[in-house]
């Protein structure tokens, strides 16, 4: 499970079921002493409300931690999830309207305690940001940032950034100090004929044929979990880019990319709109 895929919509419904659990705790009809029933007293609706609520956001965390979408029964978990939620906040608003239900007559003077009261409070959040999370840009965003890009190490032979030909470097003035290696009041070295590439090895050929402006590999982070289909150009699903963890393009194929995971798994992806370079 990749906890870093969690969005802020994620946070308000793990907050939201927070609070509904608090809720069933307190006083579910207002009055005094310590004979006052709480939720945990009537079955049917402590777990029509308090639990359904709170299994509904524990299966939306989930769903959106795995890197695989898991189904039950035909539905995915985050859309059993967001029914659950729905049900919940149906059940307590029509709860607190008439709490007492077939006794309204004969205890006339009996109202909806704290427990009631919160619980329809945090119950309407809950299925709201389980709802709105698809579609608010704001509760797409991660809930925990990304951190710093891991380190490429450089290839064999590579001149390190900063060193001769890097753009940020600083070229030898002419007349200048001679360069280490070469004799005092020697003459420059002149350029060394370059093989012909009928010759050289197969790296050496692919090296000398690649064009000036080739795709440079790049870290970036997706802004909301994407789907990383097959390279065979298929619509199978390989792996789900989660929002706060960094992966690396290799490859661009018109509008879409070509991205590698953590664990080296390779794959399409198709939509790379609004995505952070690193």
Do not use: C, H
């Not at 919160?118 to 704001?138: D, K, S």
């Not at 890009?149 to 753009?167: D, I, K, L, S």
């Not at 960094?246 to 609004?274: I, N």
């Amino acid at each position: 499970m990749n906890m870093r895929s969690l969005t802020r919509g994620d946070g308000v419904v793990i907050g939201a079921a927070v609070l509904l659990f608090i809720a069933s705790f307190l006083d579910t009809f207002d009055g005094s002493g310590s004979d006052v029933p709480n939720a945990w007293d009537n079955l049917g609706l402590v777990m029509g409300m308090y639990v359904g609520g709170i299994v509904g956001a524990a299966l939306i965390v989930v769903a959106r931690a795995l890197p695989q979408p898991r189904k039950v029964v035909g539905l995915d978990l985050g859309q059993l999830g967001v029914a659950l939620t729905v049900f919940a906040a149906w059940t307590s608003f029509w709860t607190i309207i008439d709490p007492l239900g077939a006794f309204s007559d004969a205890f006339t003077k009996v109202g909806a305690g704290s427990g009631l009261i919160l619980g329809l409070i945090a119950a309407l959040v809950l299925a709201g940001a389980a709802i709105a999370t698809p579609m608010v840009p704001a509760l797409q965003a991660a809930l925990v940032p990304a951190g710093p890009r891991p380190v490429t190490a450089q290839p064999y032979g590579a001149q390190p950034q900063g060193g001769y030909g890097y753009p940020g470097a600083q070229q030898q003035p002419f007349g200048g100090q001679p360069q280490q290696g070469q004799p005092f009041g020697g003459e420059p070295q002149q350029a060394q004929p370059q093989p012909d590439a009928s010759i050289g090895g197969p790296a050496q050929q692919a090296q000398q044929q690649a064009p000036a402006g080739d795709f440079s590999p790049f870290w970036f982070a997706v802004p909301v979990p994407r789907p990383l289909y097959a390279e065979d150009g298929s619509a199978t699903q390989i792996a789900e880019l989660a929002p706060g963890t960094w992966y690396l393009a290799v490859e661009q194929r018109g509008p879409a990319l070509v991205a590698q995971t953590q664990d080296g798994r390779r794959g399409v992806l198709q939509d790379a709109s609004g995505i952070q370079r690193g």
